[in-house]
């Protein structure tokens, strides 16, 4: 780097320099900081948890936003709404959404919040912040693998952005993006440039989420601190590792099958396409199928809603224990239950094609092993309940997200057991039903591990504190909001009302849900508004928030909380702590917490 | 007991690319069940494979060796062979793909187009071509490291990234011998 542009560099650190630190710079690491390459390129493991956390929240609002607006026209079906036209233009002439562009409404809502949201934000953020600062490393194994990690995201996000305001609109083939719908321009406007740069941007994520995995995984194994064995970890630490394991081996099949959908749209091959006409043409391929892209889809797709689950799985056992002063409850069971989830998430896709036309011997196969996720799932309820069980408990807003997670768990995961059955499924498939069961247990769900880690790790990001009001106020209404949006659905879909429709009025017998369809829009717009709030919270604290004062806020025995207020690149001023015990050693021998780092007493008692 | 542990730990970088290995590895078998699935089903087309192919395999496998001897020079620090046996990596690695190249125009030629029905055709443009993909990042690797054994102000005696570099080309090497005989096999 050249001296003008280096001085520029250095004007810009004095003035965007936002939470400048006195205490926390280690002495490991004396390399000259800029203002780029602290904030922008950085190669801090913390750095980039914030990166991929703050680009999270703009892809949550930006995919929560497009719900509320086609829940508008859901709930209010003849109504027309000028700021419908506001947002979307020529798609919604006159206030009223165009149908083609529901769809592409709803895949981007899928695809943004699952894999933008809850896969990138979510293990994306805390990977980063807590598997280097838990397991005691002062980095990640390869820290510019890491940085590249988040700016292949960012390029995804470029792309899939970019999607959005092409004319012909956004990849509207479902967030699934079955073809032949996917695969043929002539099919729907969606399916033209939209759904290649959808592709594109998908391929550029799992470049992203492999990077990081192979990342997450390599440091877990190889870069734990003196002392801390595999069963010294947090669970979160698990969780995360077990999330890594999956991205690793379930997204490059997805890449395959994006890579084969990829040739099908643009050089005439046939992987997926077979006899099909269009205005009254056929088109000359043949001997695809569309079944095959199933298959390679939902190798990845299942396994996806796992990684979706386990970092917030991890993370809550952490926050209940901490605030329940007690140990968490069967360690060994939740790290065996959190591996039999891994195991049976690769062996499990195919109940989401019961009704695909596979054979019935084969879905039956499908049925046993989903039902046996059932055990694992139950045992991880029952360890999070025995666990706050004659706790002490302390309900901080983190605390009341992690039970919070819990209840939505157990709700949508009861539905999980209707729906793993293929008798059930095939009548209940595409309904209001699945929409229902998924988003409790997986979208609201995993979104509450989420707003629980950020509460808890807050202080560790920022050195202050998230508004505690605010966070009670988030708390209750996102809980009420979430039963009162997505409860009414299952009597929807068992009804019989399909998903993916924009209006049901001519359909009369569905003509009973219109006061329940207007109510469920009422409320998601109220906890839209509350959501916004803990945005302003989130953004708000980190300038003006209470200032932590303790390096260890919640009396909390792992690790991370060791480390200065404003920990520097390379987390610990000195050597890294040796670790001497597992970190739930809360209220022991009539001690409220002993931190991992302090070794075994004489008289201890075991644990 | 942990303490001794620690030291005898494998090097990080090693151990992601062992995982990544694994992930490349799931995504060949992704492709290769489907081919297998889709050979069973109608309108099928088998394709004849070039000979060029076994030239290639024949070149793949020599280069496996020159790199295998170049890792053995730089650990007894005989630098200019080492030189010459990256560089006659790099030029049998560079023959690799060019050949995988004229082996597809020979395919071409005859008749095997993206357009059209489905067909083993199809599958080995894509599976071989992505493994092509995968040599020319291995490629790019031994040029980065060739470079830099004649930049830099003072020489590295580090043995892990020449080992990493060897690991990897293995890979390549034993997956196109795989998907060689996958082909050959099945197809």
């Known amino acids: 780097m050249n001296n003008e542009s280096q001085s520029h560099v250095q004007e810009g650190a004095v003035t965007h320099d936002v939470h400048h630190n006195g205490n926390g710079h280690d002495g490991h690491h004396h390399h000259k900081e800029t203002f780029i390459t602290k904030y922008i390129f ?14 999270g929240m703009i892809w949550a609002i930006i995919g929560a936003l497009f719900s509320v607006l086609f829940r508008l026209q859901l709930g209010f079906p003849d109504e027309s709404f000028p700021i419908l036209e506001t947002f979307f233009g020529k798609w919604a002439k006159g206030g009223r959404i165009a149908p083609e562009f529901y769809y592409a409404l709803i895949t981007m809502h899928g695809t943004i919040l699952v894999f933008f949201v809850l896969t990138a934000g979510l293990s994306g953020t805390f990977a980063n912040l807590l598997i280097p600062l838990q397991v005691g490393a002062r980095d990640m194994a390869s820290p510019f693998m890491n940085m590249l990690s988040y700016w292949f995201f960012f390029l995804a996000s470029v792309v899939m952005m970019s999607s959005l305001f092409v004319s012909t609109g956004p990849a509207s083939g479902g967030w699934t993006m079955y073809p032949p719908l996917s695969a043929l321009g002539q099919a729907n406007l969606g399916s033209r440039i939209g759904t290649d740069l959808w592709i594109t941007s998908m391929a550029l994520f799992v470049v992203s989420s492999l990077l990081g995995g192979l990342n997450y995984v390599a440091t877990i194994l190889n870069m734990r601190t003196k002392g801390m064995s595999m069963t010294r970890m947090p669970l979160t630490i698990w969780g995360l590792f077990f999330t890594a394991i999956l991205g690793i081996l379930s997204f490059p099949v997805l890449l395959s099958g994006f890579i084969l959908l990829l040739f099908d749209r643009n050089l005439g091959t046939s992987f997926y396409l077979s006899d099909i006409y269009t205005a009254g043409q056929a088109l000359p391929n043949e001997g695809g199928s569309p079944i095959l892209y199933q298959h390679l889809f939902w190798f990845l797709g299942h396994p996806e809603v796992y990684i979706i689950i386990l970092p917030a799985m991890g993370m809550v056992s952490e926050i209940m224990s901490v605030n329940s002063r007690k140990p968490i409850f069967g360690y060994m069971a939740m790290v065996g239950s959190l591996f039999a989830i891994c195991v049976l998430a690769f062996l499990v896709w195919a109940h989401h094609m019961f009704v695909s036309g596979m054979n019935p011997f084969m879905g039956s196969v499908f049925v046993l092993l989903t039902l046996l996720i059932a055990i694992p799932s139950a045992i991880k309820v029952f360890n999070w309940i025995t666990t706050i069980w004659r706790g002490n408990i302390r309900f901080t807003p983190a605390m009341l997200f992690s039970i919070g997670f819990v209840s939505l768990f157990i709700s949508g995961g009861l539905t999980g057991i209707w729906l793993g059955n293929s008798t059930i499924d095939i009548h209940v498939h595409d309904t209001y039903f699945v929409i229902a069961h998924f988003h409790i247990v997986m979208g609201v769900s995993a979104f509450f591990g989420m707003f629980a880690g950020v509460y808890h790790w807050f202080p560790k990001m920022f050195g202050r504190y998230l508004n505690n009001t605010l966070g009670y106020i988030h708390f209750w209404v996102t809980l009420a909001g979430a039963y009162l949006i997505f409860w009414p659905m299952h009597y929807m879909g068992l009804a019989g009302v ?4 924009l209006d049901f009025s001519i359909w009369k017998s569905f003509n009973q849900f219109n006061s329940l369809n207007q109510m469920i829009s009422v409320v998601t717009i109220i906890v839209f508004a509350v959501n916004l709030m803990f945005v302003f919270n989130f953004f708000y604290s980190m300038f003006k928030g209470r200032k932590l004062r303790t390096q260890n806020p919640w009396n909390s025995a792992s690790l991370e909380w060791t480390t200065p207020i404003h920990p520097g690149h390379g987390n610990w001023a000195g050597e890294i702590p040796e670790v001497h015990r597992w970190p739930y050693d809360y209220g022991k021998d009539g001690r409220d917490f002993i931190p991992q780092t302090e070794p075994i007493g004489a008289n201890e008692s075991k644990h | 007991m942990v303490s001794t542990q620690q030291r005898n730990k494998i090097h990080p970088h090693k151990f992601t690319l062992w995982i990544a ?21 109608a309108g099928w087309h088998e394709v004849k494979t070039p000979m060029l192919f076994w030239y290639s395999t024949a070149l793949l496998l020599t280069s496996s060796i020159t790199i295998q001897a170049a890792l053995r020079s730089f650990k007894h620090r005989s630098m200019a062979t080492f030189r010459a046996l990256l560089l006659a990596t790099l030029v049998l690695g560079l023959a690799f793909v060019v050949i995988q190249y004229k082996g597809f125009l020979w395919l071409w030629d005859r008749g095997v187009h993206f357009e059209g029905s489905s ?47 060897s690991t990897y080309w293995h890979f390549v090497d034993v997956l196109w011998i795989y998907l060689f005989v996958f082909f050959i096999w099945i197809g």
């Open chain 1, 498 to 501: 399909p998903r993916r429709y």
């Open chain 1, 42 to 55: 950085s190669q801090d493991h913390k750095t980039i948890a914030k990166q991929f956390l703050i680009t």
């Open chain 2, 119 to 165: 067909g083993a055709g199809q599958f080995l443009y894509i599976i071989f071509g992505l493994h092509a993909l995968h040599v020319l990042g291995g490629l790019v690797a031994l040029v980065s490291l060739f470079i830099r054994q004649y930049i830099g102000r003072f020489r590295s005696y580090n043995v892990t990234p020449i080992e990493i570099m």
């Open chain 2, 21 to 41: 290995i694994g992930s490349i590895i799931m995504m060949f078998a992704g492709l290769t069940s489907a081919y297998i699935v889709k050979s069973g089903q």
